[in-house]
């Protein structure tokens, strides 16, 4: 029988070895490098059985040296394997419940030759006194040393052992390139140890090194690691930021008459923070490359008349502006407002959706490739037979939602712009975001991009008291909406699910709707939920919107972009099942008028640990960056810019709470070595990233 054997980047293995290597992500000699212990087990030392024995329960594992005095098979409750070993201070007995043929011959040969095995395990009071049960073991010969280092146990999967996978990155670490790329006076003056010194002590640290500081990461060694993690980070966002203005884009000049005429016909005045963002964009438009900015702000503090500014922008230098939301009632709240301050200045406003007519889809494809001016949609926008004149800029909100491969297909529709034919400008680019970004988290994840804040809430607005009330009240919050509808005001009501789960044990919104129907008698109650279809929401919508519905039982549909100031009231059902971010933006449909609001977070007993935290910051705090500070420190990076990561090198040992401290020093020294060093900037991708690097700069 052949063995096939394939070379890993230097390194033979058999195919099946590289595949259990690949679904580690270990492809090469860097990967293996940079695959760092999870944990460590000391053989430094051996010990005696009396000694193992005097120490405290759950102590941890030991490791001792003995010789094997009787094995046998035994079945009381199950078949074992059963070993009797001894060393000159006493007795422990060896359980195995799974076990091999073998294995018993391996412990009878080592009886019979009175040879030593070394074992490695917790102990543990069984039937029989002291035992050990699976402890990992091996015949030794007599006076064999004791390793030097720590034993690393790595991250691993099926069928790939910690003895294979410690030889290959002993292997690597043997032949990898681990030269030194940043200055070394730098490093000392951070209390960063060279980098070749940081992974050996990592993958073989001495016994003496505290085991604390190596398992809270906190040991100089791994802030070394973690700062070049997300120093390639960095690299890789920042060289994509500047790759891209290198790429030509239509100048939008600065706006004229039609941005004006819209200032001046609104019946509110801009904020400061939205008069100093509009100016950012305005700039950027004008450049020659492509814009790529995510403007982000709280609930409420007026992006959607920003990007509407931009758009005029767009339209009164002769170019079409795109509007994509991720959801059909977000994306049609955006159009009927566009539509509204917009038209009676003469602009050209489509609506596209997925639930349009055949044939009205058919015509607002027409008007995208011919006359409309701002085309307003959902994942419409980006399909294949949608196709625009001249697009110079692209808007995406709550861009979080959307893929990475989806926000690249509407720059790609501006790059096939005029006459259908591919050209090389992309259009500008306005991503936004209801959901606050830490400024930690900014930096990292969003270091590609130009970030703009709107840091200010519009006059008048008043907060939001969050009341949290047990589910055995409900009885209460039911006559608290009667009470709101009877002096002229309008209630939400949010559930987290449209049908009965067994596992859940939720109330639905179906069971709501009509249990609320039967209290809430001589009151008009609507129902508005995902699984609708579009011109039944859209009705629904608007009858709430026109003060025709008292009050909306709804489920997460109604999270963004809904807008009714008389609504003064929100319960939210089951709030302990929503994530913070969801809470924030659901309370935020409220407080949008004159009057004050009141959201009642609805929960149920008894709560969780995590869900208690959860709604005390929510109770707490009105301020969503502060709201999402929490947040990230709660879920991680991770679940928190969701499917950007998609295109965003992930961290695997930096904690952008625990080290934010490295977040600023490694995006000054990712522009340093760009501007001064861009060969030790590649050479840094290629280690850390490698291949990868090719997907990031699409």
């Known amino acids: ?73 035994q079945f009381r409750p199950r ?26 011959r391996q412990f009878e040969r080592a009886r019979d030759e009175r040879q030593k095995l070394r074992v490695f395990g917790e102990i543990r009071q069984g039937f029989l006194g002291a035992e050990m049960v699976h402890p990992r073991y091996r015949l030794i010969r007599e006076g064999e040393s004791l390793p030097e280092a720590l034993t690393p146990i790595y991250p691993t999967t099926t069928g790939l052992s910690q003895s294979i996978l410690r030889k290959h990155i002993a292997a690597a670490l043997a032949e990898a390139d681990l030269e030194e790329l940043l200055e070394e006076a730098w490093c000392r003056e951070r209390g960063f140890p060279p980098f070749d010194g940081a992974l050996r002590l990592l993958h073989a640290p001495p016994p003496d090194v505290p085991e604390s500081a190596l398992q809270s990461r906190r040991h100089p060694a791994w802030r070394r690691i973690k700062f070049d993690e997300l120093l390639a980070q960095q690299l890789s966002l920042r060289r994509s930021y500047l790759s891209r203005r290198q790429r030509g884009a239509p100048r939008i000049t600065p706006p004229g008459v039609l941005s004006r005429q819209l200032r001046e016909s609104l019946p509110f005045s801009l904020t400061a923070a939205q008069r100093r963002v509009t100016a950012e964009i305005t700039g950027d438009l004008a450049q020659p490359y492509p814009m790529q900015r995510l403007l982000q702000g709280d609930v409420g503090s007026g992006k959607t008349i920003v990007a509407a500014l931009a758009a005029c922008q767009a339209i009164e230098a002769g170019f ?35 639930s349009q007519k055949k044939a009205d889809k058919l015509a607002s494809r027409r008007q995208a490739a011919n006359t409309a001016q701002l085309v307003v949609g959902t994942h419409a926008l980006i399909q294949e037979q949608v196709d625009f004149a001249r697009l110079g800029l692209a808007i995406v909100d709550e861009q979080h939602r959307f893929g990475v491969a989806q926000r690249l297909e509407l720059r790609r529709k501006g790059e096939k712009s005029e006459k259908g034919e591919k050209g090389t400008q992309p259009p500008h680019q306005l991503m936004m975001s209801a959901t606050p970004i830490p400024r930690t988290l900014a930096m990292s994840y969003y270091a590609d991009l130009d970030v703009s804040v709107l840091d200010e809430l519009p006059p008048g607005r008043l907060p939001v008291r969050t009341r949290l009330v047990s589910d055995a009240r409900r009885d209460e919050v039911i006559e608290r909406i009667r ?15 449209i049908e009965e789960s067994e596992k859940l044990q939720l109330q639905t919104a179906l069971e709501t709707h009509a249990l609320l129907s039967q209290e809430l008698t001589g009151l008009r109650v609507g129902l508005v939920h995902g699984r609708q279809k579009a011109a039944e929401k859209a009705a629904t919508m608007a009858a709430f919107v026109a003060g025709e519905i008292d009050v909306l039982v709804a489920t997460t549909v109604i999270e963004v972009g809904v807008d009714v100031p008389n609504a003064s009231l929100m319960v939210i059902e089951h709030a ?32 969780s640990m995590t869900a208690r935290e959860r709604l005390k910051i929510i ?3 009105t301020d969503g960056f502060e709201i999402a500070r929490q947040d990230l420190r709660l879920r991680g990076p991770g679940e928190f810019v969701g499917s950007r990561q998609s295109g965003v090198p992930l961290l695997r040992y930096a904690d952008l709470e625990a080290d934010a401290d490295l977040v600023e020093p490694a995006r000054e020294m990712a522009e340093r070595l760009l501007r001064e060093a861009p060969e030790r900037a590649e050479h840094h991708l290629t280690r850390w990233l490698g291949s990868r690097e090719e997907l990031l700069k699409a």
């Open 1 to 73: 029988m052949t063995r096939v054997v394939t070379v890993v980047d230097g390194i033979a293995a058999p195919s099946a070895l590289k595949a259990r290597l690949g679904k580690l992500g270990l492809k090469c000699k860097n990967d293996l490098v940079l695959h760092l212990p999870l944990r460590y087990e000391d053989e430094t030392q051996v010990i005696t059985i009396a000694t193992a024995g005097s120490l405290e329960e759950n102590s941890g594992p030991v490791q001792l040296e003995v010789q094997v005095q009787e094995v046998s098979v």
């Open 79 to 104: 078949r074992q394997l059963v070993a009797r070993v001894a060393d000159e201070s006493g007795e422990l007995t060896l359980r195995f419940l799974n076990f091999y043929g073998s294995q018993i």
């Open 320 to 354: 079409q502006a795109a509007f994509m939301a991720p959801t059909e009632i977000l994306a049609e709240q955006h159009y009927l407002k566009l539509r509204a301050w917009l038209e009676p200045l003469g602009v050209k406003v489509i609506w596209l959706s997925g």
């Open 483 to 497: 009470g709101a509808v009877g002096v002229g005001r309008q209630s939400y009501w949010v559930c987290p699910l």
């Open 576 to 607: 302990e099942r929503f994530g913070l971010s969801q809470l924030h933006q659901l309370r935020g449909r409220v407080g949008r008028g004159q009057e004050s609001s009141v959201c009642v977070l609805l929960y149920q007993s008894p709560l």
């Open 619 to 621: 109770f707490e705090n």
